[in-house]
Nanobody
């Protein structure tokens, strides 16, 4: 069955960078919108970024604009999240997701990865 698997998380110092990858298997997601969400301790899962299949449009939460970049490689069935200038408040479990008409809401996505931990130390 269709599956998403995140990788690339880890421990990084404030100001550093990480690149998360989300590899899809079981089906192609070339016509799906791909999103990234995160959940920090004591907080609700929140939207981070999305890239639409139709025209490659990118959307970002205000908290990460200018620091994070989302991209996709349909030939590899993979979506990426480049995270620069990381802050301690970016610490969270990061999830990738896919949906036929997804954008910035949880209910718009019906495929989810298992999550990868990102920890930013000060």
């Amino acid at each position: 069955q269709a599956q998403l698997v995140e990788s690339g998380g880890g421990l990084v110092q404030a100001g550093g960078s990480l690149r998360l990858s989300c590899a899809a298997s079981g089906r192609t997601f070339s016509t799906y919108d791909m999103g990234w969400f995160r959940q920090a301790p004591g907080k609700e899962r929140e939207f981070v970024a999305a890239v639409l299949w139709s025209d490659g449009s990118e959307y970002y939460a205000d908290s990460v604009k200018g620091r994070f970049t989302v991209s996709r490689d349909d030939a590899k069935n993979t979506v990426y999240l480049q995270m620069n200038s990381l802050k301690p408040e970016d610490t969270a479990v990061y999830y990738c997701a896919a949906g036929p008409e997804g954008l910035d809401e949880l209910y718009e996505y019906n495929y989810w990865g298992q999550g990868t931990q990102v920890t930013v130390s000060s």
